[in-house]
C-alpha cells in the first residue's frame, strides 16, 4: 500500500519526489521521507510522520541544500516497527553510505539483524527494512549492483527496493520480487516509482520491472540484469492514458477498478501481519 519513487537525471531530483508522493498518497501510508544527493556526494535528507503535507512544510522550513541530481522517496505503511520519523525511510548503512526505500516485508530479516549486529552494525530502526543496508555494507567492494545482486538471494520477502551508495554517485538501482516497480525512461532523466501514476506527468516510456530482476541505471542509461548477472532485453511500453485514466488503470470508472482491486488491495494490507508459524494476527501500524 506504499509508494516509492526514484529520480537520477539532468535536473533537481526534489520536485519530481514530491509531485510523485502526492500522486501515490491516495495509497494508504502513514509516515513519509526523501533523500536528495549532490555530485559532491553530501546527502540531504527529511522525514516526517503523517501526510505527505507534513513532508512538505519540513522542506520549506529547511531550504538549503535542496538540490540534487538523484534522489528516492517513499511512503510507508508500516509492518515491523511504529510509524516514527526513525522508521521512516530511506534507510541506510552505518556510515550513511548506502540509501535505500522498500516497499515489502522481509520475512528474515530478526536472524539477519542478529548476525549483522553480532559483527557491530548498529541498527537506527526497528524495521525490517533496515537489514538490506547493513548487509550491502557487510558485502561492498566498490561495485553497488554485484554487491546487491550478491545479497538478493540471501533475503526471504518481498521487496520493492530502491538504492544507491554515495561513492557511486551516477548510479541508482532498483530491484523487485513481489512488489510492483515501473521505470520511466525520459530524455535526460529516468523515473522509478511503485505506480505509473508518478511517472506519467514526465514521460509515456515505460518499462515494467518483473519478480528477479535489478536495474541499474547511470549516467549511459539503463541496464536490467537477473540475479545471474544476465543481461536482459525488455520491451519498452508506450502509455497512451492521461494521467487521469492512468491512475483509473485502464477501467473506465474508479468505482470499477477499486472492486477488480479487492483481492489485490486485502492482500497488500494484511501482507506481513499474518504471522503463520506464530498463529497470530498483528494489526499495529
Ligand atoms: N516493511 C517495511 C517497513 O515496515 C516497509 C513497509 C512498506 O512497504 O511501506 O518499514
Redesign the pocket.
Known amino acids: 500500500m506504499?509508494g516509492i519513487v526514484g529520480y537520477l537525471g539532468k535536473n533537481n531530483a526534489l520536485p519530481v519526489l514530491v509531485d510523485g508522493l502526492r500522486r501515490l498518497e491516495y495509497r494508504g501510508y502513514d509516515s513519509s521521507g526523501i533523500a536528495l544527493m549532490n555530485g559532491d556526494k553530501t546527502v540531504f535528507s527529511v522525514k516526517s510522520v503523517g501526510r505527505i503535507k507534513n513532508l512538505e512544510d519540513k522542506l520549506n522550513e529547511n531550504r538549503n541544500n535542496q538540490t540534487g541530481n538523484l534522489g528516492i522517496a517513499h511512503t510507508?505503511?508500516?509492518?515491523?516497527?511504529k510509524p516514527t520519523e526513525a522508521?521512516a525511510?530511506p534507510h541506510t548503512d552505518c556510515h550513511n553510505k548506502i540509501w535505500l526505500v522498500?516497499?515489502?516485508?522481509i520475512e528474515n530479516y530478526k536472524e539477519l539483524k542478529s548476525r549483522l549486529e553480532a559483527s557491530g552494525h548498529i541498527f537506527k530502526s526497528e524495521?525490517?527494512?533496515e537489514v538490506i543496508a547493513h548487509l550491502i555494507e557487510e558485502e561492498y567492494q566498490g561495485n553497488l549492483t554485484e554487491t546487491l545482486v550478491k545479497i538478493l538471494p540471501i533475503l526471504k520477502g518481498t521487496y520493492g527496493l530502491v538504492l544507491y551508495h554515495t561513492d557511486e554517485p551516477n548510479k541508482i538501482l532498483a530491484a523487485r520480487c513481489g512488489s510492483p516497480l515501473v521505470i520511466g525512461l525520459a530524455e535526460n532523466q529516468t523515473i522509478i516509482a511503485s505506480d505509473v501514476s508518478a511517472i506519467v506527468s514526465h514521460t509515456r516510456q515505460i518499462i515494467y520491472l518483473d519478480d528477479g530482476e535489478v536495474a541499474e541505471i547511470n549516467g549511459n542509461g539503463l541496464k536490467i540484469i537477473n540475479l545471474n548477472n544476465q543481461e536482459i532485453n525488455k520491451k519498452i511500453d508506450q502509455i497512451d492514458w492521461d494521467i487521469a485514466e492512468c491512475e483509473k488503470k485502464g477501467y473506465p470508472h474508479f468505482m470499477l477498478k477499486e472492486i477488480f482491486e479487492q483481492p489485490e488491495t486485502i492482500k497488500d494490507s494484511l501482507r506481513?501481519r499474518i504471522i503463520l508459524e506464530e498463529g497470530k494476527v498483528k494489526l499495529g501500524g
Open positions: 506504499c510507508r505503511w508500516a509492518t515491523h516497527g522508521n525511510h522498500h516497499n515489502g516485508i524495521t525490517d527494512t506481513g
